[in-house]
């Protein structure tokens, strides 16, 4: 939602913010990925709209929606990077991938820890 927000000039992202709250139904957001095997695999993540949502952009507090979607598990709701760790799991993807593609990279770096995969931080060189 910020990246949407943030193509307009400040002093119209208030009313982007409330045009957003109202027409959001649901967002689809994808992340290819190579596949160990060939080819390639798409992460997703998958977040409906609500009322809940509309209060959380209008109110500018988009940094509530990963628990907003992590609640919505049940009515069908997937994290990116809940995503990328089913296709680790499952042998799709390497763990760099997962940890490259990640929104939360340090949580990414420990879970991945806690599967036996030790990568190195990125010292930003």
């Known amino acids: 939602m910020d990246r949407i927000i943030n193509v307009f000039p400040s002093d119209r992202q208030e ?3 409330q045009v957003l709250a109202t ?11 190579r596949r160990k095997k060939g080819g390639r695999v798409a992460a997703l993540e998958v977040m409906f ?10 109110e500018g507090k988009t940094t509530q ?8 598990k ?3 709701m997937i994290g990116m990077d809940n995503s990328l ?15 490259e593609k ?3 990279k340090d949580e990414m770096r420990s879970w991945l820890a806690e ?7 990125d010292d930003g060189a």
Do not use: C, M, N, W
């Open 115 to 121: 599967q036996g995969q030790e990568l190195e931080a």
């Open 23 to 33: 027409v959001v139904q649901a967002v689809l957001s994808q992340q290819l990925l």
């Open 15 to 17: 009313g982007v913010r």
């Open 102 to 104: 990640a929104l939360d």
């Open 65 to 72: 929606i990963k628990g907003y979607i992590s609640t919505g």
């Open 49 to 58: 709209g609500s009322p809940t949502l509309a209060s959380l952009i209008r």
């Open 74 to 76: 049940r009515r069908g």
């Open 85 to 99: 760790r089913t296709l680790f799991l499952d042998g799709d993807i390497e763990a760099e991938a997962a940890l």
